[in-house]
């Protein structure tokens, strides 16, 4: 049974912007796992990357129907790319879940999809 569907889309420019005037923006929105398969990418490759986990940290909490705040922030979510180049969501995972993410890219945004599954 489906439980939540999220989804959610992000500007790759404004994403860049925010990069450029603060730095830190990385470590509010990744895990430090995530940071090491982010630190692999190179120029544009990276903004791609990191504005496809915004997007799909905010489909899951939009599907988790709590969005960010005082009891999810996006460190709490972590999601890496498996060996087939996948995404999967590795925390937060409730047992007996399961969660589906898509994450997409064009010349100018990033998007993702979550299906949160009982």
Do not use: C, W
Request: aromatic share 8%.
């Amino acid at each position: 049974m489906i439980r939540g569907i999220g989804l959610d889309m992000i500007d790759l420019a404004r994403v860049k912007q925010v990069l450029e005037t603060n730095p830190r923006f990385i470590e509010r929105i990744l895990t430090k796992k995530e940071i090491i398969q982010f630190e692999k990418y190179e120029g544009s490759r990276k903004i791609e990357f990191l504005a496809g986990r915004f997007a799909a940290k905010e489909a899951y909490a939009k599907a988790n129907g709590t969005g960010f705040g005082r009891h999810l922030s996006f460190t709490d979510v972590e999601i890496l790319q498996v060996e087939d180049g996948r995404p999967h969501v590795t925390m937060p995972i409730k047992p007996g879940e399961t969660i589906f993410v898509s994450i997409t890219h064009t010349e100018r945004s990033a998007a993702a999809q979550v299906i949160i599954e009982v």
